[in-house]
């Protein structure tokens, strides 16, 4: 196979970044450790897809294996990763056993990189899945079983479609377990419109769509007053977090909950995403309702939380962590497309050489929606219309 350029992280670029800054994560420039590199990539076989990519979206995910600031993920998978674990792709060929798709197809390619028993993700491909190679490249060769086709009807430009791969599986998976454990509590009967709650992301919004969509009522509570305007343009309210100062003290949380408590007729929060944790948690574990769930995800903040066991159980309120959907629920999940998920996409599609970028203003938090990098200059017919 011919080489491709594809970005990696190298465990020694970490190393040297974080020696240059002393240290200090608040200055650690992720644009200097993500690098355009030239890769060779795989000899398809029988059963794989070769793809040239032609957006990918910008995941979270990647800021934490540059920073190497929840485990040293690239350190761990031997020194260096080709990261990118979301994105849409043309089939340039497939190998003769694959039927799901052909040469021309544009397919989306989802993250759960080694499913269990049940279909949950053991690994995450281009995470934490040994020997997986990510889709921040020209091309890629995956297996038939990773790739889905693009709903290119569904209402979504490219670059909405482009955001959704990795973040719409995980924000219905978040958003079926969270309903389906409050309803073992409190049937339909009881109590049929809940009040749902998330912070800011592109997570936490999918979810919020997910609840608005089914008749709830749901509130957004960010510090990005764009983000919240997107979403309040859905029908979803928007609560300024940088009002009760991003939860830095107690006293901001308690703000908070009477603030909630107002919103909600003194109720609460029945459904509480929290992709963030840190000073989130305290905030969302303060306004949960009486038999209220709090899921996530995530945690971008901190990894450890920490709650009163006696609160909990005597409001019998449920914790649940997720990680990411099974493949059916991928199949579910896209479905949705344009009709109950409309992303929020950051002003500027970054070009594929600006994807250090990206990373960067995503970690500094400056942007506006989901980023987007354009990966392929020329377009295929098939998308050329969803391209502005
Ligand atoms: N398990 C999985 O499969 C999975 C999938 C996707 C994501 N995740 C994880 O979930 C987390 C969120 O991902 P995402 O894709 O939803 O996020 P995202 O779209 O990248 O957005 C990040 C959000 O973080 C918030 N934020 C940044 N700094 C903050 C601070 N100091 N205090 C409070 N909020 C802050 C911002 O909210 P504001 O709007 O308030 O500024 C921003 O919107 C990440 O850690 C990611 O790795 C896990």
Redesign the pocket.
Known sequence: MPKTRAYSISAEDIASEKERVGGDLDRFDVARVIKLDDLELPEPGPRDVHLKILAASG???VD?AALADTINITESRGGKIYPGNSAVGEVLAVGGEVTKVAAGDVVLIHCNGEPDEFGYPKRIWAYDMPDSIGWYAEEAVVGDWQVVKAPLDCGLNLWEIAALP??AP?AYHLWRRALGIYRVKVSREQKAVLNVLS??????ELFLMLARAEGHDAWFC???PE?RAALEQQGIAGID?KQFN?FASKDDVKAFSKEVKKLTGGEGMHLVCD??RGP?WPAGFAVASRQGVNVS?????SQVIEYNSTIASVKQVTLDHT??ETLVGVDAATELYGKVFKPTVHREIYAFEDLPRAFEE?HQ?VQTG?PIVRVAKDMPDAVSALVS
Request: aromatic share 10%; hydrophobic share 35%.
């Open positions: 995941e979270h995910n934490h990795l973040r995980t912070f800011g992301g592109g997570v936490g960010s510090g990005s983000r977090q991003r992709m963030l989130v995800a995530g945690w971008q903040l990680h990411y995503m938090n989901i």
